[in-house]
């Protein structure tokens, strides 16, 4: 069964530093991965995806991220953080099945602290 | 609409009553899904319609939990003689077709809380 897992429950950074969030899955066939954003109160926000091609995957807000198979990992990175990047971050991959649907990771919350 | 829009977007509930939330969806998408958010907790699967048919219901937790979907458009989920453990956020999405690499869009939610 696909999974996605993300090993940190919160990642605390300095403003202007860069940041990581981790995130590594399991799949059988080739992975569709997927990073969405969570505001207090708010829906889902989508970031980037990867699909096939270049393993730096660019998305919005300055983000980017990093697809490694051999590591089997898709880790989301920004090179200098905002305090207004804090917020909850999801992982997913794309289900198997051809319905479309997402699994997703437990989230990390991200803190950045001016 | 511009976006995928829920309602209502808070509901509080005495347990046992029935509850319905709603989700409409973006123009054109043919597929919707639901999901579940616990505090605490990670995004839950619940169904997936593509048009008014829902092909996967695997997420549903029990026979309170039902859905469906209208037109090819509108989608109701509703609970049945709701418990205390169903308090959740309810999150609708949305995306063109199942069976592309997409992403889905989702809605802002429905907060259900359940006295």
């Known amino acids: 069964a696909q999974s996605v897992a993300q090993p940190e429950d919160q990642v605390n950074v300095a403003e202007g530093n860069p940041l990581t969030v981790k995130c590594t899955y399991s799949?059988?066939?080739?992975?569709?991965l997927f990073w969405y954003v969570q505001y207090p109160n708010r829906g889902l926000q989508f970031l980037l995806k990867?699909?096939?091609?270049?393993?730096l995957v660019k998305g919005s807000y300055g983000f980017e991220a990093e697809f490694n198979k051999s590591q089997t990992s898709f880790h989301l990175k920004k090179p200098s953080a905002l305090v207004s990047d804090s917020a909850l971050y999801f992982c997913?991959?794309?289900?198997?099945?051809?319905?479309?649907?997402?699994?997703f990771g437990q989230g990390t919350t991200l803190q950045v602290k001016p | 609409g511009a976006g995928v829009s829920q309602s209502p977007s808070n509901k509080v509930t005495e347990k046992g009553k029935d509850v319905e939330l709603r989700c409409d969806p973006i123009?054109?998408?043919?597929?919707l899904y639901w999901y579940r958010q616990s505090l605490g907790q990670g995004l839950e699967f619940l169904i997936y319609?593509?048009?008014?048919?829902?092909?996967?219901k695997s997420g549903l937790p029990s026979d309170r939990f039902s859905a469906e979907r209208t037109g090819g458009s509108v989608s109701t989920l509703t609970i049945q003689r709701t418990q205390q453990e169903d308090s959740a956020v309810y999150l609708c999405?949305?995306?063109?077709?199942?069976?592309?690499?997409?992403?889905?869009?989702f809605g802002e939610g429905s907060r259900l809380t359940v006295l």
């Open positions: 999405a949305s995306s063109l077709t199942g069976v592309n690499t997409g992403e889905l869009f």
């Open positions: 799949v059988s066939g080739n992975p569709y």
């Open positions: 990867y699909i096939t091609g270049d393993n």
């Open positions: 997913a991959v794309r289900d198997s099945s051809n319905t479309g649907k997402l699994i």
């Open positions: 123009s054109g998408h043919t597929a």
């Open positions: 319609f593509q048009g008014n048919s829902a092909p996967d």
